[in-house]
């Protein structure tokens, strides 16, 4: 069973999701996403998110994919992917002061 279940929306959606319902997100640090449709960038999908926690962080899609994002800053980043199977249905985030990332 996925964590979380976040499915993408269409790209003028400006509208931001609260964690604060995500327990396992929340404590992270990650505090809201979108994730949505990102046509003409080569990428399909974009998901930006928030944090108050500097990780190196690991998005899984339904499809089996992933993708990584290492933040060295509060705020917001984002990730451009491309997959069958968009929504995303796990994060894991871990120490990023380390030569090895930790998944």
């Given at each position: 069973m996925p964590r979380v279940y976040w499915e993408p929306h269409p790209s003028d959606d400006e509208s931001w999701t609260e964690t604060l319902m995500d327990p396992d997100v929340w404590v992270l640090g990650l505090r809201r996403y979108r994730l949505r449709d990102s046509p003409g960038w080569g990428s399909r999908y974009l998901l930006e998110f928030e944090i108050t926690g500097q990780w190196a962080w690991r998005f899984f899609d339904a499809g089996g994919g992933f993708n990584d994002c290492?933040?060295?800053l509060n705020g917001i980043h984002s990730v451009r992917y491309n997959s069958d199977r968009?929504?995303?249905?796990?994060?894991i985030?871990?120490?990023?002061?380390s030569n090895t990332p930790p998944w």
């Open positions: 290492f933040t060295l968009p929504a995303i249905v796990d994060v985030a871990g120490a990023i002061y």
